[in-house]
């Protein structure tokens, strides 16, 4: 046991030593950890008895061996593991009690990224569609019934069946039909003719219920119905708006274009009106301003866009944000802040903008274009990121309508095509309406 006695007084906790140092000796103090814990017994024998056995096996008796497996036992008692716990490790505390777990706020489950089909669904042959960037000659109904003049003949398609009818065919002097707009209650729609004159018809009774006459003096590219009043814009850069309950309809008078009136659309709340012109120029209208007795003054006059802005759209999800579009030589979407005037973000696409459409369902908007792609662009707001690029039309993509569902989009150019795109959804995970049909105009080949 002499080297076990050694080791003991060489772990002496407060054994002094010398050490030199540049100028003599000194006495240092060394603190050794406690070794308490250490199994010095066992040690020594690993180190001295433990391994002759193996070094040199010739020279044990079996005597000796049976002595050391005994005392090997009894020093190894125990040690199978050499890492283990003495108890159980301890449960770990629950920061919040299971059943206060229903309270905290859950995350919400992540949406699965929607498909969007890069061609278009359904192409149907539009012949006679008038190439012309300032007319609006494509509208789809609440009712489910899409409209498309094509020349001087309205057709009417119904998405729910399939069928189609043609509601009125203007003569030459007065057409071709320069204007298209569904009323909301998707039975009266109003027709704008190249003659100045203003028609509303029923579509249910297949009759014409009266001309509005006498406001312009030139084709009537434009038109927007805020409940009972049917607003008008022309050529003659007039926008009028008409009761079309009483027999004296003109009972306003918007006085700011110089130039023809391409663009018009009410907010959804219908008090304010937005109108873009070939003057290049965008007003907002203040409805709870308007007189009757004196041309109705603008609430903005804005500058911004430096081409003819057609393309308007107001954010379904925002009242007072409105989205526009200019022209060859300006092919920016600007967003305003209607209530200030502000132009809140402008996006240069690369080609003339002919329409927009804000998606009902998510917070995403999509833009037609004329050359080089003739493409349709859905974008993602407020980023502008470009989510996808549909293409499939070889002309200017001039006119755009979006179903009742807010899923399907209609898009008509002027290469004569009209096209059917699932870009918005699916009807089944959209907003529920009455009258919807997955592949609307299943049974139509030709629109004539």
Not at 191 to 219: C, E, F, P, S, Y
Not at 280 to 297: E, F, G, H, K, M
Request: net charge neutral; with cysteine; hydrophobic share 35%.
């Amino acid at each position: 046991m002499q080297v076990l006695s050694i080791l003991r007084a060489n772990l002496n906790l407060e054994t002094p030593f010398k050490s030199s140092s540049f100028k003599g000796e000194t006495r240092v103090k060394i603190f050794i950890p406690n070794r308490s814990a250490m199994d010095f017994d066992f040690a020594h024998y690993m180190l001295t008895e433990g391994r002759k056995g193996k070094e040199n096996p010739l020279a044990s008796s079996p005597a000796k061996e049976a002595y050391q497996k005994q005392l090997a036992e009894v020093f190894n008692m125990n040690r199978t593991r050499i890492l283990a716990f003495k108890n159980k490790p301890p449960t770990p505390v629950e920061l919040v009690p299971h059943e206060m777990s229903s309270f905290l706020p859950q995350s919400k489950p992540i949406k699965p990224r929607r498909h969007i089909p890069q061609s278009s669904e359904k192409t149907l042959d539009a012949p006679d569609i008038l190439d012309d960037f300032y007319l609006n000659l494509l509208d789809w109904g609440s009712s489910n019934v899409l409209s498309i003049a094509l020349g001087n003949t309205l057709y009417l398609w119904d998405a729910t069946d399939g069928s189609t009818t043609e509601l009125m065919t203007i003569d030459d002097e007065n057409g071709p039909i320069t204007s298209v707009r569904w009323a909301p209650d998707g039975r009266h729609i109003a027709i704008g003719l190249n003659n100045a004159d203003v028609q509303l018809w029923d579509t249910v009774a297949n009759r014409k219920l009266r001309t509005l006459q006498g406001g312009h003096r030139a084709r009537v590219g434009s038109l927007d119905w805020n409940n009972h009043i049917l607003t008008t814009g022309a050529m003659d850069g007039l926008i009028i708006n008409n009761d079309v309950r009483v027999r004296s309809h003109i009972i306003e008078t918007y006085r700011g274009h110089h130039r023809e009136v391409c663009g018009l659309k009410w907010s959804a709340s219908g008090q304010q009106l937005a109108s873009g012109g070939n003057d290049n120029l965008l007003y907002i209208w203040d409805r709870s301003v308007a007189s009757s007795n004196s041309p109705t003054q603008w609430l903005h006059r804005l500058e911004d866009h430096t081409a003819a802005v057609k393309a308007l759209a107001w954010c379904p999800f925002q009242g007072n944000l409105l989205a526009s579009g200019g022209g060859r030589g300006d092919e920016c979407i600007k967003f305003w802040n209607t209530h200030t005037g502000a132009c809140l973000n402008s996006v240069d696409t690369g080609s003339q903008v002919c329409s927009l459409l804000w998606n009902t369902n998510e917070r995403e908007l999509l833009s037609s274009h004329g050359f080089t792609q003739n493409q349709l662009t859905l974008w993602k707001y407020p980023s502008m990121v470009k989510i996808a690029e549909l293409t499939g039309h070889t002309s200017r993509v001039l006119f755009m309508a979006q179903s009742p569902d807010g899923c399907t989009v209609a898009s008509a150019a002027a290469d004569e095509t009209l096209r059917f795109w699932n870009v918005f959804g699916n009807p089944e995970v959209a907003k529920p309406t009455s009258k919807t049909n997955s592949e609307p105009f299943s049974n139509i080949n030709r629109i004539r």
